[in-house]
C-alpha cells in the first residue's frame, strides 16, 4: 500500500544485485541522454555510450537491446500496476488512472521527471523512436485494458475495456503531441487535465 505518511507509493526491495542492475540501467540511460543532447541521437553509437558508463559494448547488450531501447525503456509500467490496483474500489477506471498517475509522478525527483520528460521528447521527435514506439504502444494499451477489465471484473477482450483503454492512451499521444509543441507546458500537468477532459466526457464548449 502507498506510505501513509507520504502518500507515495513505497518503493520495492530490491536486493545487492538488482540495485546494481539498475543502477547501470541509469547510468547508461543518463549519458546516453547527454551524449544525444550534445552530439545528436544519429551521431550517437552505442560504443559511446558504453564508453561514457565505463562499461563494455557487450555489457550495454546485456541491459538494452537496441539503442532505441535506452529511450524507450523504463521500470514504470510495473509501479503503474500497483498503484492502479490499490486505488479506490469506488473510483471510475477513469478516476482511478487519473489518482494512479498523480501519485506516481508526485512520487518522483525533478531530475527522474526532467529524464523522463526528455526521452519522450527525444521519442517523438526522432522518426526511427517514434516508429518504434508504435510497437510498444500496442503493448502498453492492452496493459491499461487488462488492469481496467481485472477491476471492473471483465474480459480483458471486452470491447467497451478495449474503447476506454484506447481513449486513455489517446490521451498519452496527445500529452506528449502538445507538450512538444508547448515546451513551457509540464507533460504531468497536461495529462491530469486531459484525462479530467476525458472523465468530463470529451465536451467540447
Known amino acids: 500500500m502507498a506510505s501513509e505518511q507520504s502518500g507515495k507509493p513505497e518503493p520495492a526491495k530490491l536486493g545487492l544485485r538488482e540495485k546494481k542492475k539498475r543502477k547501470t540501467r541509469m547510468t547508461l540511460q543518463q549519458q546516453a541522454m547527454r551524449l544525444f543532447r550534445e ?3 544519429h551521431a550517437t553509437t552505442i560504443e559511446q555510450i558504453a564508453e561514457a558508463s565505463e562499461i563494455s559494448p557487450s555489457t550495454f547488450f546485456r541491459y538494452f537491446a537496441t539503442k532505441e531501447a535506452l529511450v524507450l525503456e ?3 509500467d510495473p509501479i503503474l ?3 492502479f490496483r490499490e486505488q479506490l474500489t469506488g473510483l471510475s477506471p477513469v478516476s482511478a488512472m487519473r489518482a494512479t498517475i498523480r501519485e506516481i509522478f508526485s512520487s518522483l525527483t525533478g531530475e ?3 529524464a523522463l520528460h526528455d526521452r519522450m521528447t527525444l521519442s517523438i521527435s526522432v522518426p526511427e523512436l517514434r516508429a518504434a514506439s508504435l510497437i510498444q504502444m500496442n503493448e502498453s494499451l492492452q496493459l491499461i485494458a487488462d488492469l481496467v477489465a481485472e477491476r471492473l471484473n471483465r ?3 471486452d470491447f467497451e475495456v478495449f474503447t476506454f483503454a484506447g481513449s486513455v492512451f489517446g490521451v498519452v499521444m496527445a500529452g506528449q503531441l502538445y507538450c512538444l509543441n508547448h515546451p513551457e507546458a ?3 500537468t497536461t495529462m491530469d487535465r486531459m484525462l479530467g477532459h476525458l472523465e468530463e466526457g470529451l465536451q467540447l464548449t
Open 186 to 188: 509540464d507533460f504531468f
Open 81 to 83: 500496476v500497483k498503484v
Open 112 to 114: 527522474e521527471r526532467t
Open 74 to 76: 523504463d521500470e514504470y
Open 39 to 41: 552530439q545528436g541521437y
Open 155 to 157: 474480459s480483458r477482450d
